[in-house]
């Protein structure tokens, strides 16, 4: 049985091109059907090359804020004991969307940082 931390596993020794694109296919997969694609994030993701260095490397360690995590983790135990409400799985549905626009924000700026360096 494919796991996710065996799929992560996989996916870790894929070259970093083919990390992102992966990421980039996965994340146009999972979207919520209460959320729209701003606008804004996608101009964000596309002038990741105007950065500087310093700047790639804080967003490629960018977090979740604590208290988004906090929700995130009540949210998600209210889950899988079945018992969210249905205000509660479209906050859900918004958490896991910015974790993933985080995720890929973070891969992107790696990989632009990684690509500068060859």
């Not at 083919?18 to 993701?45: C, D, V, Y």
């Not at 990741?48 to 260095?53: E, G, I, N, R, V």
């Not at 960018?62 to 906090?70: D, G, L």
């Amino acid at each position: 049985m494919m796991t996710v931390p065996k799929v992560f596993e996989i996916a870790r020794r894929l070259p970093p091109d083919s990390r992102l694109e992966l990421a980039e296919k996965l994340l146009r997969g999972i979207r919520s059907p209460h959320l729209k694609p701003s606008p804004q994030s996608r101009r964000g993701l596309a002038t990741l090359a105007a950065l500087s260095d310093a700047e790639l490397a804080s967003l490629a360690d960018a977090t979740i804020a604590p208290n988004r995590q906090h929700k995130l983790r009540a949210l998600l135990r209210k889950n899988r004991e079945a018992t969210l409400t249905r205000a509660e799985q479209i906050a859900l549905d918004e958490l896991i969307a910015e974790t993933d626009r985080i995720a890929l924000l973070k891969a992107k700026a790696l990989y632009t940082l990684t690509a500068r360096q060859k």
